[in-house]
Protein backbone atom coordinates (compact mmCIF):
# COMPACT_ATOMS: atom_id res chain seq x y z
CA UNK A 1 0.00 0.00 0.00
CA UNK A 2 1.26 3.54 -0.75
CA UNK A 3 0.90 6.89 0.13
CA UNK A 4 -1.68 8.26 -2.43
CA UNK A 5 -4.09 5.05 -1.64
CA UNK A 6 -3.78 5.44 2.11
CA UNK A 7 -5.11 9.03 1.57
CA UNK A 8 -8.31 7.40 -0.54
CA UNK A 9 -9.15 5.06 1.97
CA UNK A 10 -8.99 7.78 4.48
CA UNK A 11 -11.20 10.22 2.79
CA UNK A 12 -13.60 7.07 1.73
CA UNK A 13 -13.59 6.64 5.87
CA UNK A 14 -14.39 10.43 6.52
CA UNK A 15 -17.50 10.38 3.73
CA UNK A 16 -19.25 7.09 5.26
CA UNK A 17 -18.82 8.49 8.73
CA UNK A 18 -18.50 12.11 7.97
CA UNK A 19 -21.77 12.48 10.97
CA UNK A 20 -19.74 10.92 13.72
CA UNK A 21 -16.66 12.63 15.77
CA UNK A 22 -13.50 12.43 13.50
CA UNK A 23 -11.38 13.09 16.20
CA UNK A 24 -8.65 10.22 16.13
CA UNK A 25 -9.27 9.44 12.23
CA UNK A 26 -6.27 12.44 11.21
CA UNK A 27 -3.78 11.26 14.08
CA UNK A 28 -3.81 7.93 13.05
CA UNK A 29 -4.05 8.18 9.28
CA UNK A 30 -0.80 10.82 9.32
CA UNK A 31 1.38 8.13 11.81
CA UNK A 32 0.80 4.90 9.52
CA UNK A 33 0.95 7.35 5.89
CA UNK A 34 5.05 8.61 7.71
CA UNK A 35 5.61 4.87 8.02
CA UNK A 36 4.72 4.00 4.70
CA UNK A 37 5.96 6.35 2.74
CA UNK A 38 9.55 5.89 4.36
CA UNK A 39 9.20 1.61 3.96
CA UNK A 40 8.18 2.32 0.09
CA UNK A 41 10.85 4.76 -0.80
CA UNK A 42 13.47 2.58 1.65
CA UNK A 43 12.87 -0.55 0.17
CA UNK A 44 12.87 0.72 -3.85
CA UNK A 45 9.45 0.53 -5.24
CA UNK A 46 10.61 3.51 -7.30
CA UNK A 47 7.92 3.16 -9.95
CA UNK A 48 5.03 2.41 -8.62
CA UNK A 49 5.55 5.57 -6.02
CA UNK A 50 6.74 8.02 -8.97
CA UNK A 51 3.64 7.13 -10.46
CA UNK A 52 1.31 8.01 -8.02
CA UNK A 53 3.70 10.85 -7.49
CA UNK A 54 2.11 11.90 -10.44
CA UNK A 55 -1.24 11.61 -9.48
CA UNK A 56 -0.20 13.74 -6.66
CA UNK A 57 1.51 16.53 -8.13
CA UNK A 58 3.73 16.75 -5.99
CA UNK A 59 7.37 17.68 -6.21
CA UNK A 60 9.23 14.68 -4.54
CA UNK A 61 13.19 13.50 -4.58
CA UNK A 62 13.00 9.37 -5.16
CA UNK A 63 15.82 7.50 -4.16
CA UNK A 64 16.34 3.74 -4.09
CA UNK A 65 19.02 2.04 -1.92
CA UNK A 66 22.29 2.59 -3.35
CA UNK A 67 21.69 5.79 -5.11
CA UNK A 68 24.49 8.34 -5.63
CA UNK A 69 24.38 11.65 -3.77
CA UNK A 70 22.72 14.77 -5.58
CA UNK A 71 24.20 17.95 -4.92
CA UNK A 72 26.05 16.71 -1.82
CA UNK A 73 22.76 15.66 -0.25
CA UNK A 74 23.24 11.57 1.19
CA UNK A 75 20.95 9.46 0.00
CA UNK A 76 19.28 9.34 3.26
CA UNK A 77 18.95 12.89 3.74
CA UNK A 78 16.85 12.92 0.21
CA UNK A 79 14.75 9.33 1.31
CA UNK A 80 13.99 12.00 4.88
CA UNK A 81 13.00 14.90 2.51
CA UNK A 82 11.02 12.25 0.28
CA UNK A 83 8.89 11.63 3.53
CA UNK A 84 8.11 15.04 4.85
CA UNK A 85 7.36 16.23 1.54
CA UNK A 86 4.74 13.37 1.20
CA UNK A 87 3.73 13.62 4.67
CA UNK A 88 2.67 17.56 4.62
CA UNK A 89 1.02 17.20 0.94
CA UNK A 90 -1.16 14.73 2.56
CA UNK A 91 -1.78 16.63 5.19
CA UNK A 92 -2.83 19.38 3.72
CA UNK A 93 -5.12 17.19 1.14
CA UNK A 94 -6.74 16.00 4.08
CA UNK A 95 -7.32 19.23 5.73
CA UNK A 96 -8.74 21.07 2.79
CA UNK A 97 -11.55 17.41 2.13
CA UNK A 98 -12.24 18.36 6.54
CA UNK A 99 -13.36 21.75 4.99
CA UNK A 100 -14.84 20.65 2.31
CA UNK A 101 -17.37 18.23 4.07
CA UNK A 102 -18.14 21.00 6.95
CA UNK A 103 -16.68 18.92 9.80
CA UNK A 104 -13.18 21.01 10.30
CA UNK A 105 -14.14 22.68 13.05
CA UNK A 106 -15.31 19.07 14.93
CA UNK A 107 -11.51 17.51 13.91
CA UNK A 108 -9.36 17.78 16.19
CA UNK A 109 -5.45 17.51 14.78
CA UNK A 110 -2.83 15.54 16.76
CA UNK A 111 0.59 15.32 14.96
CA UNK A 112 3.64 13.93 17.23
CA UNK A 113 6.17 10.94 16.33
CA UNK A 114 6.09 7.94 18.54
CA UNK A 115 9.43 7.82 20.41
CA UNK A 116 12.40 9.86 19.21
CA UNK A 117 13.81 10.65 15.64
CA UNK A 118 14.21 8.33 13.20
CA UNK A 119 15.64 9.85 10.57
CA UNK A 120 18.48 8.17 8.26
CA UNK A 121 20.99 11.04 9.58
CA UNK A 122 23.93 10.72 11.72
CA UNK A 123 24.92 8.07 14.46
CA UNK A 124 22.32 6.95 16.67
CA UNK A 125 24.48 8.16 19.84
CA UNK A 126 25.23 11.51 18.77
CA UNK A 127 23.67 14.86 17.95
CA UNK A 128 22.16 14.34 14.74
CA UNK A 129 18.84 13.52 13.32
CA UNK A 130 17.47 15.28 16.20
CA UNK A 131 19.75 17.81 16.46
CA UNK A 132 20.35 19.78 19.07
CA UNK A 133 19.22 16.81 21.26
CA UNK A 134 21.66 14.01 21.12
CA UNK A 135 20.18 10.37 19.83
CA UNK A 136 17.90 9.17 18.09
CA UNK A 137 14.51 6.82 18.53
CA UNK A 138 15.54 4.24 20.76
CA UNK A 139 18.35 5.78 22.41
CA UNK A 140 18.58 6.57 26.06
CA UNK A 141 19.67 10.20 25.05
CA UNK A 142 16.80 12.91 25.07
CA UNK A 143 17.17 12.99 20.93
CA UNK A 144 15.68 9.31 21.89
CA UNK A 145 12.67 10.37 23.81
CA UNK A 146 11.60 13.65 22.75
CA UNK A 147 9.07 14.00 19.67
CA UNK A 148 7.52 16.69 18.11
CA UNK A 149 3.87 17.54 19.19
CA UNK A 150 1.46 19.75 17.89
CA UNK A 151 -2.28 20.33 18.56
CA UNK A 152 -4.91 22.13 16.28
CA UNK A 153 -8.76 22.15 15.92
CA UNK A 154 -8.72 21.96 11.97
CA UNK A 155 -10.68 25.23 11.57
CA UNK A 156 -10.72 27.25 14.86
CA UNK A 157 -13.79 28.60 16.18
CA UNK A 158 -14.75 29.62 19.88
CA UNK A 159 -18.11 28.69 19.55
CA UNK A 160 -18.09 25.76 18.63
CA UNK A 161 -18.88 23.53 21.51
CA UNK A 162 -16.15 20.85 21.34
CA UNK A 163 -13.85 24.07 20.90
CA UNK A 164 -15.07 25.54 24.11
CA UNK A 165 -14.50 22.19 25.69
CA UNK A 166 -10.98 21.86 25.18
CA UNK A 167 -10.00 25.27 23.36
CA UNK A 168 -6.17 25.41 22.35
CA UNK A 169 -4.19 28.45 22.37
CA UNK A 170 -2.72 28.95 19.09
CA UNK A 171 0.90 29.83 18.34
CA UNK A 172 1.45 28.97 22.11
CA UNK A 173 4.54 26.68 22.75
CA UNK A 174 4.12 24.41 26.38
CA UNK A 175 7.23 23.55 27.88
CA UNK A 176 6.06 21.43 30.45
CA UNK A 177 6.38 17.50 30.21
CA UNK A 178 3.53 15.67 28.65
CA UNK A 179 3.19 11.97 27.37
CA UNK A 180 2.00 9.96 24.46
CA UNK A 181 0.02 8.31 27.30
CA UNK A 182 -1.86 11.64 28.05
CA UNK A 183 -3.84 11.67 24.77
CA UNK A 184 -6.14 9.01 25.41
CA UNK A 185 -7.90 10.55 28.99
CA UNK A 186 -7.86 14.04 26.73
CA UNK A 187 -9.47 12.65 23.18
CA UNK A 188 -11.87 10.83 25.54
CA UNK A 189 -12.89 14.19 27.08
CA UNK A 190 -13.09 16.04 23.93
CA UNK A 191 -15.42 13.79 22.51
CA UNK A 192 -17.56 13.47 25.92
CA UNK A 193 -16.88 9.60 26.30
CA UNK A 194 -15.93 8.14 29.43
CA UNK A 195 -13.27 5.85 30.30
CA UNK A 196 -14.30 2.30 29.71
CA UNK A 197 -15.33 0.85 33.44
CA UNK A 198 -12.71 -1.36 34.57
CA UNK A 199 -10.09 0.38 32.41
CA UNK A 200 -6.34 1.67 33.93
CA UNK A 201 -5.70 5.02 32.21
CA UNK A 202 -2.02 5.96 32.66
CA UNK A 203 -2.41 9.15 31.09
CA UNK A 204 -3.46 13.02 32.73
CA UNK A 205 -5.79 14.87 30.18
CA UNK A 206 -3.51 17.74 28.46
CA UNK A 207 -6.65 20.82 29.10
CA UNK A 208 -4.10 22.99 30.66
CA UNK A 209 -1.24 23.31 28.98
CA UNK A 210 -2.90 23.12 25.01
CA UNK A 211 -4.51 26.07 26.88
CA UNK A 212 -1.04 27.28 27.14
CA UNK A 213 -1.15 27.68 30.82
CA UNK A 214 1.14 25.71 33.63
CA UNK A 215 -0.75 22.67 35.18
CA UNK A 216 0.71 23.09 38.64
CA UNK A 217 -0.88 19.44 39.20
CA UNK A 218 0.89 17.68 36.97
CA UNK A 219 3.68 15.48 37.90
CA UNK A 220 7.26 16.77 36.49
CA UNK A 221 8.16 13.36 35.74
CA UNK A 222 8.57 10.72 32.46
CA UNK A 223 9.46 6.90 33.17
CA UNK A 224 11.36 5.50 29.76
CA UNK A 225 11.41 1.97 29.79
CA UNK A 226 13.60 -0.04 27.53
CA UNK A 227 14.12 -4.00 29.05
CA UNK A 228 15.01 -5.13 25.73
CA UNK A 229 17.82 -4.63 23.05
CA UNK A 230 17.74 -1.61 20.16
CA UNK A 231 20.01 1.32 19.63
CA UNK A 232 20.49 1.35 23.60
CA UNK A 233 20.51 -2.17 24.92
CA UNK A 234 18.93 -2.84 28.57
CA UNK A 235 18.28 0.99 30.39
CA UNK A 236 15.61 2.41 32.06
CA UNK A 237 15.90 6.74 31.96
CA UNK A 238 13.72 8.37 34.45
CA UNK A 239 13.10 12.66 34.32
CA UNK A 240 11.94 14.26 37.55
CA UNK A 241 12.28 18.48 36.40
CA UNK A 242 15.53 19.30 35.22
CA UNK A 243 17.44 15.88 35.92
CA UNK A 244 17.59 12.47 34.23
CA UNK A 245 19.28 9.44 35.70
CA UNK A 246 19.56 6.42 33.34
CA UNK A 247 20.16 3.07 34.53
CA UNK A 248 21.78 0.89 32.29
CA UNK A 249 21.22 -3.10 33.41
CA UNK A 250 24.26 -4.50 31.83
CA UNK A 251 26.93 -1.46 31.65
CA UNK A 252 28.97 -1.42 28.73
CA UNK A 253 31.38 1.58 26.30
CA UNK A 254 27.72 3.05 25.56
CA UNK A 255 27.71 3.64 29.82
CA UNK A 256 31.05 4.21 30.16
CA UNK A 257 31.53 1.24 31.95
CA UNK A 258 28.95 2.05 34.45
CA UNK A 259 25.62 1.66 35.39
CA UNK A 260 24.47 5.17 36.01
CA UNK A 261 23.91 8.18 33.88
CA UNK A 262 23.11 11.20 35.46
CA UNK A 263 22.76 14.66 33.69
CA UNK A 264 21.06 18.19 34.37
CA UNK A 265 18.74 18.96 31.13
CA UNK A 266 18.73 22.78 32.30
CA UNK A 267 22.45 23.42 32.46
CA UNK A 268 23.44 20.41 29.86
CA UNK A 269 20.63 19.86 27.35
CA UNK A 270 22.80 17.95 25.18
CA UNK A 271 23.99 15.44 27.21
CA UNK A 272 27.35 16.00 27.29
CA UNK A 273 28.69 16.23 30.26
CA UNK A 274 27.73 12.86 32.92
CA UNK A 275 27.83 13.96 36.01
CA UNK A 276 26.61 11.15 38.21
CA UNK A 277 30.28 10.60 39.76
CA UNK A 278 30.01 14.58 40.87
CA UNK A 279 26.62 14.12 42.66
CA UNK A 280 26.08 11.06 44.36
CA UNK A 281 23.38 12.50 46.50
CA UNK A 282 21.80 13.63 43.60
CA UNK A 283 22.43 10.06 41.46
CA UNK A 284 21.04 8.23 45.09
CA UNK A 285 17.47 10.64 45.32
CA UNK A 286 16.78 9.52 41.49
CA UNK A 287 17.96 6.04 41.47
CA UNK A 288 15.04 5.92 44.53
CA UNK A 289 12.54 7.60 42.00
CA UNK A 290 13.46 5.41 38.92
CA UNK A 291 13.29 1.75 41.06
CA UNK A 292 10.29 3.53 42.85
CA UNK A 293 8.18 4.45 39.29
CA UNK A 294 9.41 0.92 37.99
CA UNK A 295 7.42 -0.85 41.02
CA UNK A 296 4.36 1.29 40.69
CA UNK A 297 4.11 -0.07 37.21
CA UNK A 298 4.62 -3.56 37.36
CA UNK A 299 7.55 -3.37 34.80
CA UNK A 300 9.27 -6.38 33.67
CA UNK A 301 12.95 -6.28 33.96
CA UNK A 302 16.29 -8.19 31.60
CA UNK A 303 17.03 -11.34 32.92
CA UNK A 304 20.39 -12.50 33.90
CA UNK A 305 22.59 -15.50 32.41
CA UNK A 306 21.60 -16.96 35.47
CA UNK A 307 17.67 -16.81 34.75
CA UNK A 308 16.97 -14.33 37.30
CA UNK A 309 15.61 -10.82 36.42
CA UNK A 310 18.10 -7.88 36.72
CA UNK A 311 16.55 -5.88 38.78
CA UNK A 312 17.75 -2.19 39.04
CA UNK A 313 20.82 -1.70 41.77
CA UNK A 314 20.79 1.77 43.87
CA UNK A 315 24.27 3.21 44.15
CA UNK A 316 26.36 3.19 47.62
CA UNK A 317 25.60 6.02 49.27
CA UNK A 318 27.58 9.19 49.91
CA UNK A 319 30.07 9.14 52.90
Not at 6 to 12: D, P, S, V
Not at 179 to 201: E, K, M, Q, R, W
Not at 249 to 258: E, R
Request: aromatic fraction near 6%.
Amino acid sequence: MNLLILFRLAMESILKNRTRAALTMLGIVIGVAAVIVMVAVGYGARSRIREQIGNLGTNMIVVTPGASTTGGVSQGAQAFATLIEGMDASLGRLLDHLDKLGVAGNTLVLFLGDNGSDAPLGHQHTVASAAPLRGKKGSHYEGGMRVPFIAAWARPDPANPHQRRLPIAAGAVQGQLASVCDLFPTILAAAGVPAPAGHVVDGTRLDVLLAGRRDAARPDEFLMHFPHEHRTNYFTAFRRGDWKVIYHYIPSDVSGGSHYQLFNLARDPFESTDVAAAEPARLGGMMAALKSALERHGALYPVGADGRPLTPVLPDAPR
